[in-house]
């Protein structure tokens, strides 16, 4: 199949481009290298190093035996998006392209509105483009897991009936995120829905849990198709920040009591379920949701599952509950579905113990990258409003 990735620089968009030349499919990619430009603003690097686009397509060439199709822009920039898809002509095409950092999106009044700006309108522009020049593509949407929240009720995928004062509908299951970043998630959903209603696209949304993992196998061993892995505040998911955390001796930074539960899943898995989904599309005009996750966890959960596997490789790892700087619930009933995926054939890893074992070998090596930005690993950007990093700093534990 042909597909087209937008966000083919970011940490599941390279790999995805790989996995995919792997299986076969023909790709072709845009970025505009904000990731990298977001992850230095903040003040941080990727704990992988990453190289620059030309050596990526170079390795890819090396490793693979064919180019990956590549053009530098943004999905803002309509005309350069539309005449992309109107060439590449995609079967499919995965938007990755987001900016999907919670704590980035809650720093201030200008990142709130540069993230759904960016967010919001170039998932906007992309259903307009597949509306204009490749209607019959199959739209492979990055949502997220905090679309919906933490219901004191079972989550589904995407829809639920509902009887109310005697009749009965099946309706959109209600919407609770906790960011402004994982708002602009749910507006992609109405849009999206929208959009096949109106015009017929068909789309996936996939309602994706928080990410982990330094590979996957189709990257083999050459540096130059690694994927990035950032630790800071931002862009660091949990179990990431935590791996980075053990390699350097710090203590992992638990957020509160840490029973918040959250669905996590390692890239591998994430490689899967994507290509699940574009090898298996919808019908057309179809709009449906895929819950994404390999297991629910809770963070302390996590932190001892990462300091079982520093242990295994000899490392001394400790666990600190910090100040939760983010308003969320510390306590709380989770059990989303994730049968969608499963009927199609997803094959979940179940063990995290050893993709954290995997992670931190690949981390060691660069103990030192992650050691020079040491001070980036505890948070100071709060929900609200505040930013506190002079008291953070010091921050003592909680509840250890
Ligand atoms: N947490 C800690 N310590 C840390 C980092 C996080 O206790 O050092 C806690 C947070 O308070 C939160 C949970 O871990 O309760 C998850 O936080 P996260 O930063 O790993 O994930 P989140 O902000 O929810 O966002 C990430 C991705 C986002 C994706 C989302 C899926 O950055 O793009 O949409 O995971 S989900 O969480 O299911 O919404």
């Not at 990731?35 to 050596?55: C, D, F, K, L, T």
């Not at 660069?366 to 948070?379: D, S, T």
């Amino acid at each position: 199949m042909k597909v087209f990735i937008a966000g083919i620089d970011g940490y599941l968009g390279w790999a995805l481009a790989q996995y995919l030349t792997a299986r076969g499919h023909e790709v072709a990619g845009t970025d505009r290298y904000l990731r990298r430009q977001w992850v230095e603003e903040v003040g941080s690097v990727s704990a992988i190093p990453i190289y620059s686009m030309e050596e990526r397509l170079a390795a890819f060439r090396d490793h693979f035996g064919k180019e990956l199709q590549f053009r530098e822009g943004d999905l803002l920039d309509y005309p350069f998006l539309r005449s992309y898809l109107e060439d590449f002509q995609p079967d499919a095409i995965v938007h990755l392209a987001e900016m999907p950092s919670a704590p980035y999106s809650m720093m201030d009044q200008a990142h709130a509105v540069g993230t759904h700006t960016n967010n919001v309108n170039g998932s906007l522009n992309v259903l307009w483009a597949m509306r204009e020049v490749c209607p019959n593509a199959h739209l492979v949407k990055l949502g997220t897991m905090g679309e919906y929240g933490t219901p004191n009720v079972d989550i589904p995928e995407g829809f639920f009936e509902i009887e109310y004062r005697g009749r009965k509908d099946r309706m959109t299951f209600p919407r609770n995120p906790g960011s402004f970043y994982h708002l602009t998630k749910v507006h992609d959903t109405h849009n999206t829905i929208f959009a096949c209603r109106i015009w017929g696209l068909s789309a996936t949304d996939i309602m994706q849990g928080v990410v982990f993992g330094t590979q996957i196998d189709e990257m083999g061993d050459d540096p130059r198709l690694r994927s990035r892995l950032d630790f800071d505040q931002c862009f660091g998911t949990a179990i990431n920040r935590f791996a980075c955390q053990a390699v350097i001796g710090h203590p992992l930074t638990v957020y509160g009591v840490g029973h918040q539960k959250r669905g996590f899943l390692p890239m591998r898995d994430s490689m899967q379920c994507l290509t699940i989904a574009i090898e298996n599309p919808p019908k057309q005009g179809e709009y449906r949701v895929f819950n994404q996750f390999e297991e629910c966890y809770t963070v302390t959960e996590l932190a001892e599952k990462v300091r079982e596997a520093g242990t295994a490789v000899g490392l001394d790892v400790e666990i600190e509950h910090f100040d939760n700087p983010r308003t969320e619930k510390e306590e709380h009933y989770y059990n989303p579905d994730r049968q969608h995926l499963l009927d199609l054939g997803y094959k979940p890893t179940h063990d995290v113990v050893a993709e954290v074992k995997i992670m931190l070998k690949d981390l060691i090596p660069h103990r030192e990258r992650i050691m020079e930005k040491r001070e980036i690993l505890v948070p100071d950007i709060r929900w609200d409003g505040t930013r506190r990093r002079s008291n953070v700093l010091t921050a003592s534990p909680v509840n250890s």
